[in-house]
């Protein structure tokens, strides 16, 4: 009798450990599923769009740059294509992420910038909470190539999961930004002292801006760019999607009317940005962000 039930606690145990197997197979599947869903068209993936979209707003201004002297600025006139660069630039580069800092005064430290140079080279997935539910929020996440989602850092442990370097960010602050950092442990941040993960869900997504001024000036030679952008946001709900599906073409119209959205009204006011192309790489360099109250 002792026998038997011997065997029947084998076999229970080997039963729990099957069913906790499959219930963790099943959620790595799951999770598999979840990281491999599509990209939204609105938002470009990462800092590869960058070049083109600034080849394109030099051919812009090639008349403008042309005429410009050294010593010399003048103000450009946005159009409807301007804007639409400058809309894709933003979101590419993730404009609502930089940090502010005076000219000749970039900020010393990763913490600065770990958000910008992070986001900007995120896909961005939606997956709806309920689509028959007209009144559900959907919800954003971000895979494959940075997994912050903290249940897949448990459920696949740090060995497989894909963070982000430390040394990818230190050379992303080095090229755009000209500052070296060291890497630290950031508040929010799983850091191994090798890759940051972000601890917490809370990644919003592209910003919409319309440029409203174009300050150029040549600067002994090299071209200084300073946009002026006011940041847009939705007033509706969409199931599948975070913004109207015309949302570019209402920012960059011009027109006063902008049906679901309006301007967003925060603290620091329009978004003041100045940068230049670094001959050496081809790369936007920042010379200083700042917010002018409306």
């Known amino acids: 009798m002792r026998h038997f039930y011997r065997q029947l606690l084998c076999l229970l145990l080997v039963a729990l450990v099957l069913t906790s197997c499959s219930s963790q197979s099943n959620e790595q599947t799951t999770l598999f599923r979840f990281v491999q869903r599509q990209p939204l ?48 630039l933003a979101q590419v580069m993730r404009w609502d992420f930089l940090p502010g800092f005076a000219e000749g005064e970039p900020p010393q430290h990763i913490g600065a910038y770990i958000y910008l140079a992070v986001a900007q080279s995120l896909r961005w997935y939606w997956q709806p909470l309920d689509l028959t539910d007209p009144n559900a929020w959907p919800t954003l996440w971000i895979a494959p190539d940075i997994v912050t989602d903290r249940r897949a850092w448990l459920a696949y442990g740090r060995e497989n999961i894909m963070g982000t370097a430390a040394s990818q960010i230190q050379a992303y602050i080095q090229t755009h930004f000209g500052v070296q950092v060291e890497a630290e442990p950031l508040n929010k941040w799983e850091f191994d002292g090798q890759y940051y993960i972000l601890m917490d869900c809370g990644w919003a997504g592209p910003p ?38 015309n949302a570019r073409q209402l920012v960059c119209s011009g027109s006063e009317e902008t049906p679901n959205l309006q301007l967003y009204d925060n603290y620091w006011g329009d978004l003041i940005v100045s940068y230049y ?12 962000v700042s917010a002018m109250p409306r």
């Not at 740059?65 to 400058?86: D, F, H, K, M, N």
């Not at 300050?215 to 200084?224: D, K, S, T, W, Y």
């Not at 192309?277 to 200083?288: K, R, S, T």
């Open 208 to 245: 919409m801006y319309r440029l409203t001024d174009l300050q150029l000036e040549n600067r002994n030679g090299q071209i200084i760019y300073t946009a002026t952008l006011q940041e847009y946001v939705s007033t509706g709900r969409y199931i599948g999607e975070e913004y109207p599906p």
């Open 41 to 88: 068209q609105y938002a470009p993936y990462g800092g590869e769009q960058c070049a083109a979209l600034l080849q394109k707003i030099d051919e812009l201004l090639t008349k403008d740059i042309a005429a410009l002297q050294p010593g010399e600025s003048r103000t450009v006139q946005p159009t409807t294509e301007l804007r639409e660069q400058y809309y894709d």
């Open 277 to 288: 192309i670094n001959p050496a790489d081809g790369e936007l360099f920042y010379l200083a």
